[in-house]
């Protein structure tokens, strides 16, 4: 089966710092590798882009939360006072060899397209989703944000991913946060354009939330807009950056998308290890403040181009392994519960 040739997936960290985190041990290539990694490392470190869009020709009307039960905040991103960007520039992190390293040692730890046949997913690799099959231009969620710990050789993440293509040849779109003591994916993958003066790429997801305790997500959306056709990522109400549209396929996300999700992975390299915590730890059935959620579920339509709840009927509940991590629909007065989901589970699978 030939994989995604476009997975573009933009994280902030949880742990430390911006894009890399604090190490147990380090990864070490051999000269040549270096060298290699140095070559590209130029590539992608390239003079900056002199003209580009600077936002989006239209903005997808969503729907805000009304409802003053089961609250939580955004996150509020409080930006450093020595990075000030004079107008008509951005921030972008620059990349340095170290990210390469563990940009690489992160696809090692199977951080790859996750494939529309769920029977493929390998060893040591469990999920937990909310699915929505329809044609569409985009979706949207509030990812609810927690620390699990993670061992060198795992990770946990939980995301909003919009995926278009056949079984055997796809593409996908996700923004989400992940736990890794190794490093994180974000502008690696070329192609993105960079507009938002407020969040870099990679920028620490903090504070998280606590157990019986304040709550704490992401909003996050990702569409397609209308005259460019160009995806836009937008974090808290702010266009984060674009992928231009030639990067995709006509048979992939160039004309829209078919399928939106919402959840949360875990991966395991060393099969001996039980598997780490998905979201906050707690299964599903426990409640706000316990499980992990994502709320204010949406996606845009393809034929209307309006912002909608996908049907609580249409939504499609998968977990790789039930008794491990789980996910339940939830359906709730308000607009950010109207349309939800509870997802995650303790460590402890082993396959």
Known sequence: MRSSNKFILLILSTITLISLVTESRKTIPSQEKKRELEKLLNHINKPAIKSFQLKPTTIPKWTRDNNTSQKSTSLPFRQEEDIICPPGTVIIKRTTLEDLIQFQRLESLGLKPTSKDRNDDPPGHYTAVAQYYALNFGGKGNINVWDPQVEPDQYSLSSLYVQGGSREDFETISAGWIANKKGCYNTLCPGFVQVS?????????????????KQFHLEISIYQERLTRDWWYVLKGEPVGY???????????????????WGGEVFSADKDRISPIMGSGFVPQDDFGKAAYINGLRVIDRYTRKVMMPPAKDLVVYASSPTCYNVKTISRRGEYWSRAIFYGGPAGCTD
Do not use: I, T
């Open 197 to 213: 003066r407020k969040f870099p790429l990679g920028s620490v997801a903090r504070p998280v939330s606590k157990y019986g305790g």
């Open 243 to 261: 992928w231009p549209n030639p990067l995709f396929s006509y048979s992939g996300l160039a004309e829209g998308a078919d399928h939106v999700w």
